[in-house]
């Protein structure tokens, strides 16, 4: 296994254990230890921190990737690069703060009157470090990525500050901290991973900070070009995934009791897209040697075996999930869940459609017409953000899930339209409509099937049932040949 492939290997089980501590926090020990309002700022300020960092940044990280290697040099000064990237940084950062904070009384005039508004008055101000530490790690990132070393960091996002939610939420449960306290735990959280990471990175002597060449000065206009066009492209996807969260915070008379339940919802619809990241990122490399070669036919074999399984596996999971829902409700403990469960059904719907289109940004975005990917993208925020402030005042927080799902089915279909026009290809087939049959088999056979009293044993039951039946048809049907294969290398060894 070379360099590449074992930092792929280790980033994947970061990711994966990430995700699974990260579900743990949200949908247990939140849950039962601080209320909704609270988890729902939790949220908000998450996802605003990362909004507010890369806007702050204006493509800082994006900037580092493609422009160091040109001026990399064995003296480990690279023309000052260091030193013109944390002035990059604390410059725009500064210019976004100054405006946050101008802006801090309109923004809190909004608010008032909301229920759960104080937290905002409270903790206005505790976004401004929060941000500030999400920038610096992310520049702190793209330094490491540049010499090969992005294990750590993944490390450090992805578990570690997990792991320091899940002491705070525990440390409220022992009366040794109020909401106030797991707040600058989290903060401080931030701060420790970025000098966790910059001793890493010190450690190895790639980087000195020097004066700035003159040669580097000069590109300050093509980097602020590049800059604007990657955060633009980037923040505008991190948009699609956020917005319905931020406007359901400032369209709403319950802003953070909204986002705390569609944000929990969320997190757990999020898992029906985890095996479709993984493949995706398993195909990248795939893509990106096809279009080298211009192999159209190797692009369309995969972009058609994406789909496939990508739709197959989220179809069952979103199955499992809605059919288990007394199972959800009684994880989730508040009652506040129940009334909203369709919310839940909606939003997973949006990443199966999502799901089901492949890879089909991937497809555009490596090739020549990858300037196109963010006009699509920015069109996407555009929509979502219309189709919130339309539906979110009339439909609260279905407004937003309706709006996610309008969304997500509209990208994608302009993204299938571009790709069967530009290239003829296209990943649709018989297998999809098996794959619908059975979704809708055992979706009804989740549904109505007896239930037992104990949750627990009704949802492994249950949960079985749906497995065996799903399989059983996956492999007769011959839905997908890899999938095939790993069964009969299961019975061979089972004979």
């Not at 023309?79 to 210019?95: A, D, E, H, K, R």
């Not at 090969?148 to 792991?163: A, Y």
């Not at 571009?418 to 056979?445: A, E, N, R, S, V």
């Amino acid at each position: 296994m070379n360099l590449l492939q074992k930092q792929g290997f280790l980033n994947s089980l970061i990711l994966y254990a990430g995700v699974a501590l990260g579900f743990f926090n949200l949908i247990i020990l939140f849950q039962r230890i601080i209320s909704i309002e609270e988890i729902g700022f939790f949220i908000l300020i998450g996802t605003l921190s990362q909004l507010y960092a890369q806007f702050a940044g204006l493509g800082v990280t994006n900037i580092i990737l493609k422009y160091f290697p040109y001026y990399r040099t064995d003296d480990k000064k690279h023309g000052g690069f260091i030193t013109f990237v944390s002035i990059w940084s604390l410059v725009f950062f500064t210019f976004f703060t100054i405006l946050f904070v101008v802006f801090k009384n309109p923004i809190l005039d909004h608010y008032k009157g909301k229920q759960g508004a104080v937290l905002l008055q409270q903790y206005f101000y505790y976004l401004i470090p929060l941000s500030f530490f999400t920038l610096v790690f992310a520049v702190l990132e793209g330094m490491a990525l540049t010499v090969f070393k992005n294990v750590l960091s993944s490390f450090l996002r992805e578990v570690v500050l997990r792991l320091f939610s899940t002491i705070g939420v525990l440390l409220i449960a022992l009366k040794l901290l109020n909401y106030n306290g797991f707040l600058l735990v989290y903060i401080i959280a931030n701060a420790a991973v970025i000098v966790t990471l910059f001793i890493y990175i010190a450690k190895g002597n790639h980087f000195k900070f020097s004066k700035v060449s003159n040669d580097l000065k000069a590109q300050k206009k093509a980097f602020l070009s590049y800059g604007l066009f990657t955060v633009l492209s980037n923040s505008s996807f991190v948009m699609i995934q956020n917005l319905d969260t931020i406007m359901l915070s400032a369209l709403t008379k319950k802003p953070f009791l909204y986002v705390g339940i569609y944000g929990t919802f969320f997190a757990i619809a999020v898992v029906i897209s985890m095996p479709a990241k993984a493949l995706s990122r398993t195909s990248l490399q795939i893509i990106a040697q096809s279009w080298a070669n211009n192999d159209l036919a190797k692009i369309g074999k995969i972009y058609y075996k994406t789909s496939v399984v990508q739709m197959l596996i989220g179809c069952l999971l979103f199955v499992g999930l809605v059919s288990n829902k007394p199972f959800i409700i009684t994880l989730l403990t508040k009652h506040d869940y129940k009334s909203y469960f369709d919310v839940f059904i909606v939003v997973g719907v949006a990443f199966l459609v999502d799901m089901t289109g492949g890879i089909n940004g991937y497809i555009i975005n490596m090739s020549k017409y990858y300037r196109l990917t963010t006009v699509f993208i920015v069109s996407a925020v555009v929509l979502c953000g219309v189709s919130n402030w339309i539906l979110i005042p009339r439909f609260n927080m279905m407004g937003a899930a309706l709006a996610y799902l309008i969304t997500m089915f509209v990208l994608n279909f302009v993204y299938w339209l571009f790709i069967k026009i530009k290239f003829d290809l296209q990943p649709f087939g018989k297998k999809h409509f098996y794959i619908l049959l059975m979704f809708g088999g055992c979706l009804l056979i989740g549904l109505y099937l007896p239930h037992i009293a104990n949750v627990y044993l009704d949802m492994i039951y249950r949960s079985l049932i749906i497995g065996v039946v799903y399989a059983f048809f996956t492999y007769i049907l011959k839905i997908s040949e890899d999938i095939n294969l790993i069964f009969d290398r299961i019975l061979k060894r089972g004979n």
